[in-house]
């Protein structure tokens, strides 16, 4: 996302990562504006070597930690860019990606990780599996993640598919620690975004990172040719984002309350002893 969404969502508990498919520049101006108002917030940086440059540059200009963000996490680029974090910026969080496997899981340990980003393909504007073949059903992949990491004390990050606060609850219940959200909040006024009126009814562009869209922008980039594995479009606007994660949370502490857990710490407790039933 970018400075409007973060700080909105820092705001409310919660953080931001500016993405990095834009210039350095422009990404350092939008950590700095964050920063601005003494609010943390995340970068994202890609596994090219030259990304290094990013790195320093967004860790210069305050931003508390970065997620190694591709689609394969469990890659030598990506363990070597997230082995290099590590030792030049060792008081940082750090956060490596995507994967739905143990050996996977395993892999961005082994690199010095403080935490595994879980899902490949469920994203709603991911086509991955479609194009590549590629993909794991996410509640299938948090649970076994999940219960790796946790017993090396490395906390999950589920991402992809979640589209209500049932959706939520449900990655809670099976194990993730973190939520990522894409499309849930990619309609509020904060998100970036063109903003559109179609037949009466404002919309709000929203642009999967592996579209053609956003892959003709980068064509010139890279010596090979890409098929897209996300798609773009329009969805219904729907306001502020500090309303709409209320209202969220008043609906996960009713999940909570209907199972009888103060936590997610004691959803996680009975998860795993057993008493927790699906």
Known sequence: TESEMAIALAEVGGIGVIHNNCSIDYQVEEIKKVKAKKLPVLFACGTFEKEKERIENCFNSGADGVIVDTSQGNTKYSIDMLKYIKKEHPDKILIGGNVATKEGCEKLIGA??????????????????????????????????????KERNIPIIA???????????????????????????????????????????????????????????KINARDYSYEAQGISGYI???????????????????????????????????????????
Not at 130 to 149: D, N, S
Request: with cysteine; glycine share 12%; proline share 3%.
């Open 112 to 149: 010095g990780v403080d935490a595994v980003r879980i899902g490949q393909s469920p994203g709603s504007i991911c086509i991955t599996g479609a194009v590549i073949g590629m993909g794991r059903p996410q509640a299938t992949a948090v649970y076994e993640c999940a219960k790796y990491c």
């Open 159 to 217: 991402d992809g598919g979640i589209k209500n606060s049932g959706d939520m609850f449900k990655a809670l219940a099976i194990g993730a620690d973190f939520l990522m959200f894409g499309k849930l909040l990619a309609g509020c006024k904060e998100s970036p975004g063109e903003l559109i009126e179609i037949n009466g009814c404002w919309m709000k562009k929203y642009r999967g990172m592996g579209s053609r869209e956003v892959l003709n922008e």
């Open 236 to 278: 219904p606007c729907t306001g502020e984002v500090s309303k709409m994660i209320r209202e969220k949370l008043n609906s996960l502490k009713k999940s909570f309350h209907a199972v009888n857990c103060k936590n997610i710490s004691e959803l996680h407790e009975r998860l795993y002893s057993g008493q927790l039933r699906f």
